[in-house]
């Protein structure tokens, strides 16, 4: 088996650097952890979920889709170049490789979206399994575990209280790393370093009976509840690691345009608005009651997936401390009441 | 490496004529005849795309024009925001952004022999307009065709001249009406709501399929009366008009319940309306 000291995570993301890759680890930067690209000297704390997810790195939060030439009155259509870049995402989370499964369906449906794909394929997912997890932590409700290795090319597995890191490669992508960081994996023999325990994360609901609720109960009055103390500000969906509504907007100068796909939220209240008044989603018990039905009965019925990971970016974001898990288990507790 | 969706084709403006004072149709010429021909190996009646200015963005409309014309499409819009504004402002001669088609069509095939009923209210004709030229091009296959168009005013009906080739047309039945208030002293229309006149009227309600687009509050009084015609959610048909950003099912912003409006639709029978979550629509 291969060891990592985890102290070397740098060293390994040099290498990697070193040997061609785009590295891309939790950084601290001022107060917040993100995932992000690394450079000499960046502070890794792998000790704590990042406030962005994986998804960043597939779909960013604005990129250029479109380029066009203008001319007063004319105007060219110009490439608008895809981003293909070798990159090695490490210390990945469980929940964020679990995401892929419906960000890969959502890009591919139908109508394969180069940008997504091109930064899909040059990705290497290194995982990085949880031996911890705070209150908003909630992967075991919605199918997931902290050392679950679907999604990913390789697994760091923590062990000695985390002063190593085992590295076990799943992929032919995984195996690639292994020559480029050869000095840093120590070969010891099986069994003589022994993985931390994975994190304990309580289930905290029932998801296929929350899930049949939602089917029925689109009209209840608890949305408004629910939503009283939404702000509507979105910064749930920008957290989330399964959200993938975005805008398309374009920005000029005298001589060129560019096209831009940003991210959007189902929460902001111009997302549905229409051009003649109409907005389907008039108020916030609607906007926040499709952020629910979405992840949690929509897209389990369109697509046989679950819309949600259960990484508790949403709650851990919420300016008003707002997440899934109340709802879900408000839910629950609808359904012990026996029907009258 | 595969295409960009997103990169749309340049159109350039053929004609434009201004249907009301802020109604617009504009004839798009591809620029490339290879383009033209994929166009028209895919497009189906009732399928929509995104008509844009580079600088001001993309809208979605119907494609207005018929698959059996096939020199070019056309488009008719309200100018009401950015893009709409722009793209009225373009001039003939000048070039359009086009992506499509996209979206689900009527599935007219499987009309032949059968009677047709198409009510429409004020800019919701354009949607069926691709259809009424689409039939009556292919006029031997269909029976009885029977025509209910209203507007608020008599300004606000769009098609005037196509209006009048309709009327004249021995075997086609239109009965056009603007809304009480809105006639003008030579209007020889009815006078009242598209629901009362389609009761009024009672068209062709043996062996038909009926096609209604309009303002939600025209649609949700026109239900009640073509029910009572006879007709079944099943054979009434009708397109939404969702906001739109991608087309192509990746942007969210369509949905309404688990449906996608740019892939499920926009074309639905009334069947299917109802079964959508109400309050999202």
């Known amino acids: 088996m291969k060891v990592l000291e985890a102290r070397k995570i740098g060293e390994l993301a040099a290498a990697l650097s070193g040997a061609g890759w785009r590295v891309l680890l939790p950084i601290e930067d001022g107060n917040v952890v993100r995932l992000a690209p690394w450079s000499p000297g960046a502070a890794v704390r792998t000790d704590v979920v990042p406030v962005n997810s ?16 203008l001319d007063g009155n004319d105007f060219t259509v110009k490439e608008a170049p895809v981003d293909s870049a070798r990159t090695v995402a490490l210390c990945v989370r469980a929940c964020d490789t679990a995401a892929l499964g419906l960000l ?7 109508f394969p979206d180069a940008f997504y794909n091109a930064r899909r394929s040059a990705v290497t997912i290194v995982s990085l399994v949880c031996t911890s997890a705070d209150e908003q932590c909630f992967c075991t409700s919605v199918g997931g575990r902290p050392d679950a290795t679907v999604g990913a090319d390789a697994v760091l597995r923590p062990a000695e209280a985390g002063a190593k890191l085992i590295f076990e490669p799943l992929t032919d992508k995984g195996r690639a790393l292994v020559s480029a960081a050869t000095a840093l994996l120590a070969d010891v023999a099986d069994a003589t370093v022994v993985a931390d325990k994975p994190a304990e994360v309580p289930q ?23 939503s009283l ?12 690691p399964t ?25 902001l209240s111009l997302f549905t608005q229409h051009a003649g008044g109409h907005n389907p989603r008039a108020d916030q018990a609607a906007r926040r009651r499709q952020r629910l039905m979405h992840k949690l009965s929509y897209i389990p019925e369109r697509f046989a997936l679950v819309g949600c990971v259960g990484c508790g970016r949403c709650e851990r974001a919420c300016p008003a401390g707002l997440g899934i898990v109340e709802i879900c288990q408000a839910i629950e507790e609808i359904q012990k009441v026996p029907a009258r | 490496m595969i295409e960009n969706i997103y990169q749309p084709t340049v159109m350039r403006i053929a004609a434009s004529r201004d249907e009301t004072p802020d109604v617009r149709t504009l004839r798009l010429e591809f620029s490339q005849d290879r383009t033209r021909q994929e166009f028209f190996a895919a497009y189906r009646v009732g399928q929509f795309g995104l008509y844009g200015v580079p600088g ?9 024009s018929p698959p059996t014309r096939q020199e070019f499409i056309e488009c008719t819009f309200r100018r009401v925001g950015r893009v709409t504004s722009a793209l009225q402002d373009r001039e003939v001669g000048q070039t359009v952004t086009f992506r499509g088609p996209y979206g689900t069509h009527f599935p007219i095939d499987s009309w032949r022999g059968r009677n047709l009923l198409f009510v429409a209210g004020g800019i919701a004709l354009p949607p069926l307009r691709s259809v009424i030229w689409n039939i009556l091009d292919r006029r031997d296959e269909f029976g009885r065709i029977a025509i209910v168009y209203g507007a608020r005013t008599v300004a606000d009906l769009v098609y005037k001249h196509e209006l009048a080739e309709w009327a004249a047309r021995p075997d086609v039945q239109l009965v056009t009406t603007v809304d009480p208030g809105g006639q003008t002293p030579d209007w020889t229309g009815k006078i009242g709501f598209v629901p009362t006149v389609l009761k009024e009227l009672a068209p062709c309600r043996d062996n038909c399929v009926a096609l209604v687009c309009g303002p939600p509050i025209m649609i949700k009084f026109s239900l009640p009366v073509l029910t009572e015609l006879g007709f ?22 369509c949905n309404v319940g688990s449906l996608y409006v740019c892939k499920d639709g926009p074309v639905f029978t009334v069947r299917q309306v109802l079964a959508m979550p109400q309050a999202d629509l």
């Not at chain 1, 994986?54 to 030439?69: H, N, Q, T, V």
């Not at chain 2, 001001?56 to 207005?64: N, T």
């Open chain 1, 54 to 69: 994986l998804k960043d790195a597939l779909f960013p939060p604005s990129e250029a889709i479109g380029r066009f030439g």
């Open chain 1, 104 to 110: 890969d369906t959502i890009f591919n449906w139908d």
């Open chain 2, 232 to 253: 079944t959610p099943d054979n009434i048909y009708t397109t939404l008009e969702n906001r739109m950003k991608c087309g192509v099912g990746k942007c969210g912003r």
């Open chain 1, 204 to 226: 905290l609901f029932d998801r296929p009976a929350v899930t049949k609720w939602l089917g029925a109960n689109f009209d209840s009055p608890l949305w408004q509840d629910w």
């Open chain 2, 56 to 64: 001001a963005g993309e809208s979605v409309f119907c494609v207005a």
């Open chain 1, 243 to 267: 959200c993938h509504c975005f805008d398309i907007q374009d920005e000029t100068t005298r001589s060129r345009c560019v096209r831009y796909r940003n991210w959007d939220a189902c929460a």
């Open chain 1, 229 to 240: 103390a939404c702000l509507g500000c979105g910064a749930c969906a920008f957290a989330c």
